[in-house]
């Protein structure tokens, strides 16, 4: 854009920038506040409470100890990392052929099959049917039930779908004219040119499913089973704290510690793929938004 | 081709249309062979729990099944209307999604224009990033940020209210002050990524515009009052309709880890409710007709929606 620097538009451009300071304090602040409230050590947080600031000096990770020397949290974060593993694997091998086959102009009952996908996105009668589906199936305490209602998302599906629908013609053509059935166009040509669109939904779903907290409440008894953000939310609600950590009179680091140091654990996966999550979400999200 | 041999031609394909069809479908084997396993999971996964809906007008009885229970007609929608509850719940849905839409979307303009009017270019970079992050947290995870924020203990709210020698506010268990909580946490945890669209939509207009008003000497101000702001009323119009039609949405997943039982009657929505009365008392055929009277009403807003988008932008939302 033509920056002319009238008196004016540097007025505007402080207004702009304190502006934008105050949206980055307001967003940072809380983060920051749990930060301090993990590493406080126990006698500064009994004497003054939570100090906005901490000094360099005296930074305490026993709550970090805390949780992670008990064997329920390393644990929950490794049952978090298979579901998310397995279920973005299940849900990318099943929303993959759905798009492509309905980007398929000529496909005989293309109408058909979009018409019922599309119907299950506008109406759903609710949680209680899926509910008795799922508890029917006798999947109560197994992973499928948390993985498979969701599996597809008709909206990922659609956006992939005119990924697919950009694709050329002609290439898809030449392979079938060389002999090649459609598994070996979509093993072979679509796929290997598809890897944008394969991060941008994989990356969709396994931040779903990093984040789910209700169906694992709902589907799993078992406390091993437990995903991280189940027993992050029962350590945050202090229900059935001692199943999980060593919490007592002689406790080395202070409930709120546990909490927020409970939090910060519950984040690192999620800020350490960040940067992509970005790049590729902001794809996406600009593709599926702006393109229909 | 001659006109003569046209309809010949013609009429060859009609005899063989039928085995035409064969031949086609023939020809895309492996393509309904390569789809066949997503759509047994729609059949499964999907379509199954639409007939289990049936037992919205059924009296369920687990022993008896889906097919085996008698059919009561309208009986659990009438004994949901004539509730004491349904005007709490029905208020509760709306006042959350309005609120949300109504603050939060004005705020999210602003945002976006401010990031793409700012000289800042790395600061604007950054700031971006920033407020992007909090919605790729899970509500558990704002649950604790919030509880550091405004438990009364020691959250960073009420140390500034005893302060100012205030007394401390239990928010997150006050019927006063829950649903400010729920929508201002929403507010924040949503904005920056709602910014996104119109930051998008921002860039898209021509550069051209903003020259000539430069060259006419428009003040910042103007520019944005006669440009920016005309430039994305298309995406605002289409969003504002979008999140109408998903009204009786009004966030489950962040309701259910906020609320507790002191805040039900302010903080209590249908899909909340609809988890208590199903899963936890067993009152399946009322829960599940709850659920149906939400989702045909949510197939009505969305398709009216839809429609009102059409004539008014010609652009469709799905």
């Known amino acids: ?292 | 081709m001659t006109l003569k041999t046209l309809p010949s031609k013609l009429l060859l394909t009609d005899r063989f249309n039928l085995k035409n069809m064969f031949l086609s479908i023939w020809r895309k084997r492996w393509l309904y062979f390569l789809m066949a396993p997503t759509l047994i999971y729609f059949l499964i996964f999907k379509y199954g729990p639409l007939w289990n809906a049936q037992i919205a007008f059924k009296d369920f009885k687990p022993l008896l099944g889906v097919i085996g229970s008698p059919w009561v007609g309208f009986k659990h929608f009438e004994t949901f209307i004539n509730s004491f509850y349904f005007a709490d719940l029905i208020r509760n849905t709306i006042i959350f999604s309005l609120a949300k839409l109504v603050l939060g979307l004005p705020l999210a303009v602003v945002c976006a224009i401010a990031l793409h009017e700012t000289w800042l270019l790395r600061f604007r970079t950054f700031v971006q990033t920033m407020i992007y992050l909090p919605h790729f947290l899970s509500w558990v995870i704002m649950f604790g940020v919030l509880l550091v924020i405004l438990s009364p203990g020691n959250g960073l709210l009420n140390e500034i209210i005893k302060r100012f020698g205030g007394d401390p506010i239990p928010f997150l268990t006050s019927p006063d002050s829950f649903r400010w909580v729920v929508i201002l946490s929403d507010i924040w945890k949503e904005t920056g990524w709602s910014t996104i669209l119109y930051l998008a939509a921002l860039l898209s207009i021509s550069p051209d515009l903003y020259e000539a008003a430069a060259v006419d000497g428009a003040t910042p101000l103007q520019r944005i009052w006669h440009i920016s702001i005309p430039g994305i009323l298309p995406v605002i119009v289409l969003v504002t309709l979008l999140r109408l039609g998903h009204i009786l949405e009004a966030g489950f997943n962040q309701i259910f880890v906020l609320y507790s039982v002191p805040v039900y009657s302010v903080g209590d929505i249908l899909d909340t409710w609809v988890y208590r009365q199903g899963v936890l008392n067993f009152q399946f055929s009322l829960a599940t007709a709850v659920g149906f009277f939400k989702g045909v009403i949510g197939l009505v807003l969305i398709l009216v929606a839809n429609r009102v988008a059409k004539s008014l932008a010609q652009q469709s939302i799905y």
């Open chain 1, 1 to 292: 854009m033509l920056h002319t620097k009238t008196r004016d538009a540097v007025i505007f451009q402080v207004g702009l920038a304190i502006f934008l300071t105050l949206v980055l304090l307001i967003i940072l602040i809380p983060f920051w506040r749990v930060i301090v409230t993990a590493f406080i050590p126990l006698d500064i947080y009994t004497h003054e409470g939570v100090p906005f600031f901490l000094s360099p000096t005296k930074w305490s990770f026993e709550a970090f100890k805390q949780l992670l020397g008990h064997s329920m949290f390393p644990r929950a974060a490794w049952n978090s990392v298979v579901i998310t593993l397995l279920g973005t694997a299940i849900s990318l091998f099943l929303t993959v052929p759905l798009a492509y086959g309905l980007s398929t102009r000529n496909l005989p009952g293309r109408k058909l099959i979009m018409t019922l996908v599309l119907f299950t996105y506008l109406f759903s009668p609710g949680l209680i049917p899926v509910y008795l589906l799922i508890t029917g199936m006798k999947l109560t305490n197994n992973y499928l039930a948390i993985i498979l209602p969701p599996a597809v998302s008709v909206y990922n599906t659609l956006v992939m779908m005119s990924f697919f629908e950009g694709l050329p013609e002609e290439l898809k053509d030449a392979a079938r004219i060389d002999g090649a059935n459609e598994l070996q166009v979509l093993w072979h040509i679509i796929l290997p040119l598809s890897k944008p669109i394969l991060l941008t939904i994989g990356l969709f779903y396994a931040v779903y499913f990093w984040n789910e907290f209700f169906t694992p409440i709902l589907y799993l008894n078992e406390t091993n089973l437990m995903p991280l953000p189940v027993l992050l939310r029962n350590i945050l609600i202090s229900a059935s704290f001692n199943e999980y950590v060593e919490y007592n009179a002689f406790s080395s680091s202070s409930l709120e510690s546990l909490k927020a140091a409970g939090v910060l654990i519950t984040m690192i996966p999620m800020l350490l793929i960040y940067p992509w999550i970005q790049r590729y979400f902001t794809k996406g999200t600009l593709v599926g938004g702006v393109k229909e």
